[in-house]
């Protein structure tokens, strides 16, 4: 009864020891990434960049662009009125001397 109870324990700890074996083997598998997986994965991250490289680029000119187009603008807004000032001291110039010279 005794052989028969050490029998039963001894397949008991081979069984177990077997399920440990094969959880460690799992883990093993489940943790590490192979080939194939690791080339799709940056296969993606190159198309994800090369999909959206061209958009923020895109994005960035435009961005740019637009800071220099309305620095442009806020210019020739500052120049106009500049000139409509001279315009006015011209005319100003003008009439004194229409009078001076009426004058004479």
Same mark, same amino acid.
């Given at each position: ?30 943790? =590490?990434?192979? #080939? $194939? ?9 190159? @198309? %994800? &960049? ?32 500049? =000139?409509?000032? #001279? $315009? ?9 001397? @229409? %009078? &001076?010279?009426?004058?004479?």
């Amino acid at each position: 009864m005794e052989q028969a109870i050490e029998q039963n324990t001894d397949v008991k700890r081979e069984e177990k020891e077997q399920l440990l074996q094969e959880y460690d083997r799992y883990q093993e598998e489940s943790n =590490n990434l192979n #080939l $194939k997986s690791l080339i799709t994965i940056f296969i993606l991250l190159f @198309l %994800i &960049l090369a999909l959206f490289a061209p958009k923020i680029y895109i994005r960035s000119n435009i961005y740019y662009a637009s800071r220099n187009i309305l620095h442009l603008q806020t210019q020739a807004d500052a120049l106009r009125e500049e =000139n409509k000032h #001279l $315009k006015k001291q011209l005319e100003d110039v003008k009439f004194k001397y @229409l %009078i &001076l010279d009426m004058g004479d």
